[in-house]
């Protein structure tokens, strides 16, 4: 029995060990050490259609060296609080492999040492639904593990917000080509009577 109780002690101690070696990054242990900004047009973005540019550098009041181990930045769009709620498939989890805030990719980018200023300009994908967004970028080591980051809204993610309108699944080209596709129908109805009446005119005739 002794024997049993040590061998479901020890099963429970491996599967802890297992589950934190392989649990993902907390974010409440990173820093924001990096100042994020997204510039963009007035108004509602369109998917699809609309672009994002965004800046990002490490922050001047961190101390030297802050940045010793950063070697690639990834930039993602992450949805606002007022955009996740009632919505389990975006919830946000401090556990970055769990967290559902930021699951839409920009792009990614090494990181130029000594904190230059970088920028990129991402098209709002097709795919992006209509909600409120933020950017937020990671700074990732050596072995991709997020070490940092830095955002363009507040700690609250109540400021600095914009809106994306999804496609709605509707083209202006093919409302066009409906309404050509109908009209030509239209006609070649008209065209097909006018040739029937004109057989049966000369049939008579004859």
Request: glycine share 6%; proline share 2%; with cysteine.
């Amino acid at each position: 029995m002794a024997i049993l109780q040590r061998f479901v002690l020890a099963s429970v101690f491996v599967c802890c060990l297992v589950a934190t070696c392989y649990g993902g990054v907390s974010f409440k242990t990173l820093h924001p050490t990096l100042t994020v900004t997204a510039t963009h047009k007035e108004g509602v973005l369109k998917a699809g259609v609309d672009n994002v540019t965004v800046t990002w550098a490490l922050d001047t009041s961190v101390p030297a060296g802050t940045d010793a181990s950063y070697k690639t930045i990834k930039v993602k769009l992450c949805y606002a609080p007022v955009s996740q709620v009632d919505r389990g498939w975006r919830k946000t989890k401090d556990d970055l492999t769990k967290d559902k805030t930021c699951t839409h990719k920009m792009v990614a980018k090494p990181y130029i040492a000594g904190g230059a200023v970088a920028t990129a300009t991402w098209t709002v994908l097709r795919d992006v639904p209509t909600a409120k967004y933020f950017v937020r970028a990671y700074a990732h080591d050596a072995a991709d593990v997020e070490l940092a980051y830095g955002q363009t809204t507040s700690a609250d993610k109540k400021t600095n917000l914009f809106d994306i309108e999804a496609v709605t699944g509707r083209h202006v080209s093919l409302d066009i080509a409906s309404i050509c596709f109908s009209a030509f129908s239209i006609v070649s109805l008209f065209g097909f009577f006018f040739l029937e009446r004109r057989k049966t005119r000369i049939a008579e005739a004859k």
